[in-house]
T-cell receptor, first 112, second 110 residues
Framework: SQTIHQWPATLVQPVGSPLSLECTVE??????LYWYRQAAGRGLQLLFY??????ISSEVPQNLSASRPQDRQFILSSKKLLLSDSGFYLC???????????FGSGTRLTVV | GENVEQHPSTLSVQEGDSAVIKCTYS??????FPWYKQELGKGPQLIID?????GEKKDQRIAVTLNKTAKHFSLHITETQPEDSAVYFC?????????FGTGTRLKVLA
């Protein structure tokens, strides 16, 4: 069966520090991968998606970047965090021919 | 681009009553409409979905209806239980990108 792993679960980082959040999927190949952000009390905003290794599409201009170094690995990064980067970050995957997303358990990032 | 509106933002019901959450979408080409349940501190979980060629789908106490002409779809939960308390998100998609509603916080009062 397919599983998605996302870590860390919580993270507190100072302003100006770098960020690296990792997401991996098991039990499938060539998944579509997604990074979403959920601000407190708000909906889910799509940040990046990837349909293959090295293929990254950005949905909104921001202080973050994404990379897909391996088929089932998706990384969200920042060189210098801003206070506004605080939020709940969710990774999700979907098979290329499938329908529903499966979300990871999320990372709560607090920038202080 | 697609825009999804979701109402209400909060909903309180007595245990055993029904709950209805409504969403509207803007892009008539959208063809897939999932609903997710998110419990506190966790990622959203898919609970039911519907495709544009179907008007209604039911899974035990949960049902979703779709009106393509009006571009709206609804989640119906019957015989609500305390464990139904969570935030519910609707979404609309065309292809592989989802546009989510802003969520409904459902509280089931015992």
């Amino acid at each position: 069966s397919q599983t998605i792993h996302q870590w860390p679960a919580t993270l507190v980082q100072p302003v100006g520090s770098p960020l690296s959040l990792e997401c991996t999927v098991e039990g499938t190949s060539n998944p579509n991968l997604y990074w979403y952000r959920q601000a407190a009390g708000r909906g889910l905003q799509l940040l990046f998606y990837s349909v293959g290794i090295g293929q990254i599409s950005s949905e909104v201009p921001q202080n973050l970047s994404a990379s897909r170094p391996q088929d089932r690995q998706f990384i969200l990064s920042s060189k210098k965090l801003l206070l506004s980067d605080s939020g709940f970050y969710l990774c999700a995957w979907r098979s290329s021919g499938g329908a529903g997303y499966t979300f990871g358990s999320g990372t709560r990032l607090t920038v202080v | 681009g697609e825009n999804v509106e979701q109402h209400p933002s909060t909903l309180s019901v007595q245990e055993g009553d029904s709950a209805v959450i409504k969403c509207t979408y803007s892009d008539s080409a959208s063809n897939y409409f999932p609903w997710y349940k998110q419990e506190l501190g966790k990622g959203p979980q898919l609970i039911i979905d519907i495709r544009s060629n179907v008007g209604e789908k039911k899974d035990q106490r949960i049902a979703v209806t779709l009106n393509k002409t009006a571009k709206h779809f609804s989640l119906h939960i019957t015989e609500t239980q305390p464990e139904d308390s969570a935030v519910y998100f609707c979404a609309a998609s065309l292809g592989h990108k989802y546009i989510f509603g802003t969520g409904t916080r459902l509280k089931v009062l015992a």
